[in-house]
C-alpha cells in the first residue's frame, strides 16, 4: 500500500471520528431514549453500538492481520445477540463513557493502521461469508459510524446533517 493510501484510510478515521464526536455533542438529554425511524434501539443504544462497533472492527483487524477470519453466522441468532448485548451495555452508558470508549478504539486503529506490513494489505480473510483485506477491515469503522450515525440525525432536526465542528476535517467522499 502507498503511504497516499495509508494516509487517506487515516483520513477517514479522522474524519469519522469528528464526525461521531459532532453527532454526540448535537444530541440533547431528552433525545436520548427516542428511537430513530426505522429502528429499534434508542439514540443511546445506537451510540453505544457505534463505539462497540468500532472495537469489534479492530478485533476484526487484529485477526486478520494473524489470518483469522469470522464465519458466517446464522443471521437471525447474530442479530438477536447483538440486539441483547447493545441494549445491556447501553443502560450504564453516558456520553462520556461512548465518547471515551470511541476515542480509545480510534487511537488503537490508528496504532495498527501504523504497524500494517507492506505484506499484508493484500491478505484476505472471510468475515461473514465475505472476502476483505484490511483496507476493507479499516474502512469498516467509519462505514458503520455512517450506518448508524444516519438513523440518528433525523431526529435532531434540518440541521444536524453531518457537519464537523470547526477546524475539522471536510467529510468523506462518497460517505
Request: no cysteine; charged share 25%; net charge positive.
Amino acid at each position: 500500500m502507498q503511504r497516499t493510501e495509508r494516509a487517506a484510510i487515516a483520513q477517514a478515521l479522522e474524519s469519522a471520528r469528528a464526525d461521531f464526536h459532532h453527532l454526540l455533542a448535537s444530541i440533547p438529554p431528552s433525545a436520548w431514549r427516542q428511537r430513530g425511524p426505522g429502528s429499534a434501539w434508542t439514540v443511546k443504544e445506537e451510540l453505544w453500538h457505534i463505539a462497540w462497533g468500532a472495537q469489534f472492527m479492530l478485533d476484526l483487524i487484529r485477526n486478520a492481520r494473524r489470518g483469522i477470519g469470522l464465519p458466517k453466522p446464522p443471521m437471525p441468532v447474530a442479530d438477536r445477540l447483538n440486539a441483547t448485548y447493545t441494549r445491556i451495555r447501553a443502560a450504564w452508558a453516558t456520553p462520556r463513557s461512548i465518547a471515551a470508549k470511541y476515542d480509545r478504539v480510534h487511537h488503537a486503529a490508528l496504532r495498527q493502521l501504523d504497524s500494517v506490513g507492506e505484506d499484508e494489505w493484500e491478505r484476505t480473510v472471510s468475515i461473514f461469508g465475505q472476502q476483505q483485506t484490511l483496507g476493507d477491515l479499516f474502512d469498516g469503522i467509519a462505514h458503520h459510524m455512517d450506518e448508524h450515525a444516519a438513523r440518528i440525525r433525523p431526529l435532531l432536526g434540518p440541521g444536524a446533517a453531518r457537519q464537523a465542528p470547526a477546524g475539522a476535517d471536510p467529510p468523506r467522499p462518497g460517505r
